[in-house]
């Protein structure tokens, strides 16, 4: 058994094809199926059930699936600590988050990272989804996700960075514009511009909505906040919406942002497998957009502390 019998196995339980893991890794479909031979004839156990459009993990292959996963992606997050350590400053910083936290939330603290560290570089990964975030940290391929803070998948450590309140966002001719604020009341059987329910602002959204007994009907969904509001600008609907600096101001005469003060605020911040496993780069990186979001800086660890270089050297 090695380690490439694993990770090509690892790769057809994500794909669910042999030959799709194949063209992902650049090889033929007969040598990801001797990898997996290779593998079952070791443990004596089926690992894959075929079907005519694909396989899939036996319970066994799960339970192994699971275990590789998330001991590759440590091995791989190991190796890269250890480069970015020799490096001294020379790196790739990788996260994952949705398609406009850079916006609202890390622009300035981009800027101040690469004025710090010039020879670094910042890789953005986007997902429409925490269980994507998730998956990416547990298979290795980035450094942190910046998430909706909610139930962690797998063995994932959070940090709450930003509380955000809810706000009703509305077209400036909407009835409701006048308003100072709206209650939870206010949504019974409203027509919403919501995210994918599988996301998990969505959720949390709909969970608190519940409790209060409001049940609004979600009939535009959109892929992230800024689609929605822009939506409710345009006067095509409402949309319930984490209060987000950029869209106030005389930027958008035509929005308004109403408080729902009834709201639990929304909760957003770093997931990563381990800080105490973070490399330098990366644990500067978030603690650099903490300090620009305002909270309290994330653990340091001393050992792993990265100084950033004097103004003019490289």
């Not at 990770?7 to 890794?25: E, H, K």
């Not at 089926?46 to 993990?57: F, M, Y």
């Not at 100072?180 to 949390?204: F, H, K, W, Y």
């Amino acid at each position: 058994m090695t380690l490439d019998d694993l990770r090509v196995f690892t790769a057809v339980c994500r794909t669910g094809s042999l030959s799709a893991a194949a063209r992902d890794l650049s090889c033929t479909q007969s040598a990801v199926s001797q990898h997996v031979k290779r593998l079952e004839r070791e443990l004596g156990l089926s690992l894959l059930e075929r079907h005519t459009r694909g396989v899939l993990p036996t319970a066994y292959g799960r339970m192994l699936d699971a275990a590789v996963t998330e001991g590759l992606g440590c091995i791989d997050h190991t190796l890269r600590r250890l480069e970015d350590a020799a490096r001294a400053g020379v790196g790739a910083v990788r996260v994952t988050t949705g398609a406009t936290t850079v916006r609202h939330f890390m622009a300035a603290a981009v800027v101040d990272f690469r004025r710090h560290f010039p020879r670094a570089s910042l890789e953005f990964q986007t997902e429409t989804a925490s269980r994507g975030c998730f998956d990416a940290l547990a298979a290795g391929s980035v450094d942190l996700a910046w998430i909706t803070l909610g139930p962690a998948a797998r063995a994932v450590e959070q940090r709450p960075v930003v509380e955000l309140p809810w706000s009703l966002a509305v077209s400036a001719a909407d009835p409701l514009a006048t308003r100072t604020e709206v209650s939870p009341a206010d949504l019974q059987d409203a027509r919403l511009i919501g995210l994918p329910e599988n996301s998990t602002a969505r959720r949390q959204l709909g969970a608190w909505l519940a409790e209060s007994g409001i049940r609004p009907v979600f009939d535009t969904s959109v892929t992230d906040w800024d689609t929605a509001i822009l939506l409710a600008e345009l006067g095509l609907g409402h949309a319930v919406v984490p209060t987000l600096p950029a869209w106030s101001g005389p930027g958008h005469p035509d929005l308004r942002l109403i408080p729902v003060p009834g709201l639990p605020a929304l909760t957003a911040g770093w997931a990563v497998r381990r800080w105490d496993a973070l490399s330098p780069l990366a644990l500067a990186f978030a603690e650099t957009v903490e300090r620009h979001c305002g909270t309290a800086t994330l653990p340091r660890h001393p050992a792993d502390r990265l100084t950033p270089p004097e103004p003019g050297r490289r």
